[in-house]
């Protein structure tokens, strides 16, 4: 985050111009304040509140139990970010709000943004994983934990905006029967493809406290008939055969090569000659200038999982090695920064 200019008085616009203001510490005060009111105006239930109709603070915190006082602070920094606007003293969402965090909306990622608040502790100890190398290991919670339900919910509704156009752009050739989802986690990817394929059901291998998620969703949907669960370690364990389709979404950013060559091995074990697989994640893109975003979600992939953001060059010569022919790159246009690579089994 960078400090703004906007609003600023003659005299501050021309100190921050020059120089003069320590905008590191508005950048490490005000980067925690935004995360914190966006988490908690989702927590508490008023953006919900403010979505079923507009209110002063006095009723919003009546409704839902606040105190009167941070209520009005906070709605008034949802103003100031651009989430309400406020007319003849009542708050309202506005028009981006409604579509993103009204919980109701098919858009929605409230359940996301709540969901972040797990990470504040990550961020917090980054220090420490500095000096030692050692990661938080998210995938590690125990299956029972609430941890599982809060994580799997708000990546489904990052999912739900994506998967309908990569159902359609993952072109499966003849009539497919079956698909391996690696990872799978929530399932939707494979619900969509399984609903644009009549013939075709899924398997989704996942960690048990991923994979129990997921099945609520899945049966929620209709559809536990046609993509069901195994519960496994996609590093490891077994992953059959006969697939006509494997996917591996939004995984290989959290293992070492020699974890990737390992799984792509058995990747092409497990699929029929001319089988496709599909991965679909974030990729260093080394010719181009990287994004602050790039680069934060590189420095994230190693804080939570101990990995890195892989090049699109070493995804290849994986492949390459692993016996597929060479992948077709598909952009995600729901998904920035993503992109989704299509290779077939050779033979």
């Not at 120089?19 to 239930?45: D, F, K, N």
């Not at 370690?233 to 020699?258: Q, R, S």
């Not at 060559?261 to 001319?274: K, W």
């Not at 090049?311 to 920035?336: D, S």
Request: net charge positive; with cysteine; glycine share 12%.
């Amino acid at each position: 985050m960078r400090l703004s200019l906007h609003g600023a008085h003659p005299g501050e616009w021309l100190a921050l111009r020059a120089g003069l203001v320590p905008v590191a510490a508005a950048e490490a005060w005000a980067g925690m304040g935004l995360s914190g009111v966006l988490i908690t105006a989702v927590r508490t239930g008023m953006l919900a509140r403010l979505a079923r109709q507009p209110s002063t603070s006095a009723e919003l915190a009546a409704d839902l139990g606040l105190d009167p006082l941070p209520t009005r602070l906070l709605l008034d920094c949802l103003r100031s970010a651009g989430h309400l606007r406020c007319r003849a003293g009542r708050y309202e969402l506005s028009r981006s709000s409604r579509r993103w965090l009204d919980p109701d909306s098919p858009l929605s990622v409230a359940g996301f943004v709540a969901g972040t608040a797990d990470y504040w502790t990550w961020w917090s100890g980054l220090d420490e994983v500095t000096r030692s190398g050692q990661p938080v290991g998210h995938h590690g919670w125990p299956p029972e934990d609430p941890y599982w339900r809060r994580y799997i919910s708000g990546q489904l509704e990052l999912a739900r905006l994506s998967a309908p156009e990569v159902a359609r752009k993952l072109r499966l050739p003849g009539h497919p029967r079956s698909l391996l989802d690696i990872g799978g986690g929530h399932g939707w990817y494979s619900a969509q493809l399984c609903r644009r394929h009549p013939g075709l059901t899924a398997t989704v291998l996942d960690l048990p406290g991923s994979a129990a998620v997921g099945r609520d969703i899945i049966a929620g949907a209709g559809l536990a008939d046609r993509v069901r669960y195994r519960d496994g370690d996609a590093t490891k364990d077994e992953l059959g055969d006969g697939y006509d389709c494997v996917l591996c979404f939004n995984l290989v950013h959290h293992l070492t090569a020699d974890q990737i060559r390992g799984l792509l091995a058995r990747i092409r074990d497990a699929l029929v000659p001319g089988g496709t697989l599909a991965i679909m994640d974030a990729f260093a893109e080394p010719s181009r200038r990287k994004s602050a975003a790039a680069n934060f979600l590189g420095l994230f992939v190693y804080l939570s999982s101990g990995s890195q953001v892989h090049t699109p060059a070493e995804l290849r010569g994986w492949l390459r090695e692993a016996g597929f022919a060479p992948p077709r790159r598909i952009p995600v246009l729901r998904i920035p920064g993503q992109a989704l690579y299509v290779a077939r089994k050779a033979g």
